[in-house]
Structures are given as structure tokens and as C-alpha cells.
């Protein structure tokens, strides 16, 4: 069994700021976790959409080994996107660390609503985290997903 990432085990919770070479790294990641496989490429739009989001990486030895980015939908409202985890570190808790990451910033900025388009597969690492699906599952980057929202406290 692969040990939890914690405090002091080299795994660091970092912004990774708009054009930054971590960013540069996470939109590396996210590219081969989230668009590869389904033999896609990150959109230009959703590049350019990029700079109005806030990015949030997780680091080891300085490299960049999960992801996750937020958008300011409206004053009370905030999306998660780009969950992505390098492949060969998952089940190692950093995609909750991620997780609770950006939850905290987001309370931190007054929003008090998340909502996400969950990956129909990953929607149980969600739930797992207080997040409830909100209605039929719908097709998006050519694989269903399904519609997730979470109250910030
Ligand atoms: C989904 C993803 C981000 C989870 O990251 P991770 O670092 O592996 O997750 P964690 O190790 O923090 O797991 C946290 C908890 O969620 C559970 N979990 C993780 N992935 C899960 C899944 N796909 N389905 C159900 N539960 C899951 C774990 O068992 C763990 O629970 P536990 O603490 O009770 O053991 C990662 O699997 C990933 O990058 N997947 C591919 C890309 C993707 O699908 N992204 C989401 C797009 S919406």
C-alpha cells in the first residue's frame, strides 16, 4: 500500500501562477492526463482561459505531479477544473490535498459554491469529499460526465 502524502513527506501544496514555469509544468500534466488519452489536445480556448483562472499544483523535488484550476463563475460561485493527477502517483492522497487546497482558497476569497463537471469514474473521489451530483450525466471532451456542486461552509 502506497503511503498518504502528508506534511513533511516532499509533496508541497504551491499556486502556480498564470505563464509560471509551474504552470508551464501543470499544463504539461494536465495535457497528459486529461486530454492524451482520450487522443485530444488541450483547446485553444480553454489555454486562453487560463489567465482568468487560478492554478494550484502539487510539487515533489520541484516537479509538478498533480493539478487543479479555479474560475470565477459569479460573486458566490466558483468552478474546479483540470483535477489531474500524474498517473504513477494517485491513491497517494494528493489529489484531496489538491482538493482541500483550492476549497480553502476559495472560502478564503468568500465564494460559497463549488461546482465541477465530474469524469463519470471520478465522480467517486468527489463524493468522497462532500461534493453531490446534480442531475443526468452529460458528454463533454467526448466522455460522460456528470455535474457536481459542494457547499463551502
Ligand atoms: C481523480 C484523481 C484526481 C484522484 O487523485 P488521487 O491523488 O489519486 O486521489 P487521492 O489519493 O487523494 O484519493 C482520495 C480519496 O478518493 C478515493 N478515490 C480516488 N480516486 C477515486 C476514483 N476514481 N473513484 C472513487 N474514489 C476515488 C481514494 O480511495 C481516496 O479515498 P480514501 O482517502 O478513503 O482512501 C486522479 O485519480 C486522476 O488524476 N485521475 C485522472 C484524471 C481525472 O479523472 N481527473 C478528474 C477529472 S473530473
Redesign the pocket.
Known sequence: MKA??AEGDGVLLVEAPYGSGLYCQALALREA??RQPLGLMLAEEERADDALRRHFCATDQGAVV?SVSLKKLDSGTVQLR??????N???????????ARAEDWARGEGYRLIV????L?????????GYLAQGEPFEENTIP?VRMTKRLA
Open positions: 498518504q502524502a492526463v486529461l498533480g483540470q483535477m489531474a493527477v500524474a498517473e502517483r494517485r491513491r497517494e492522497g494528493i489529489g484531496a490535498r489538491l482538493l465541477l463537471n465530474a469524469r469514474g471520478a465522480d467517486g473521489f468527489y463524493a468522497a469529499h460526465h
